[in-house]
């Protein structure tokens, strides 16, 4: 940001140098239009327009990028939930096999014991 601050203040400093060189009256015409001023004045006027029309022309592509950039991030909020809801999912259905496994070694082991607990006739 401050770069571009010291660059324009540049660019200011040299057109009001150009314009106190240049302070030559010319005639300009356009169409029926036709009026005189100072050669830097017309100059400046004519820098101004150009970048006024680039901007204008580059608007409608910054404002499609930021609402691509938009949905692109609202797509990532939604992927990142989704997965971090199927990875708890993933876990709680693990934590259940882990019990269910645990529950059925117990059992097992308890039928063993019992089984060897048995009197043999």
């Known amino acids: ?10 660019v200011a400093i040299l057109a ?6 240049n302070a030559v009256p010319i005639a300009v015409s356009f169409l029926t ?3 005189e001023s100072s050669l830097a004045l017309v100059l400046l006027i004519t820098l101004a327009l150009g ?4 901007l204008l022309v580059s608007v409608p592509s ?3 990028k930021m609402k691509i950039i938009s949905s692109q991030k609202k797509k990532i909020q939604e992927l990142g939930s989704s997965l971090k809801r199927e990875s708890e999912s993933k876990a709680r259905e693990e934590s259940e096999s882990k019990t269910r496994e ?3 070694s117990k059992i097992k082991e308890e039928i063993e014991s019992k089984e060897t607990e ?4």
Not at 16 to 21: E, M
Not at 51 to 54: A, D, E, N, P, T
């Open 62 to 64: 910054g404002i499609k």
């Open 102 to 104: 645990e529950t059925e």
């Open 16 to 21: 009001v140098v150009f314009a106190l060189q």
């Open 51 to 54: 970048i006024l029309m680039s």
């Open 33 to 35: 239009w036709r009026f």
């Open 1 to 10: 940001m401050q770069l571009q601050l010291i660059v324009a203040i540049i």
């Open 118 to 121: 048995v009197p043999l006739e």
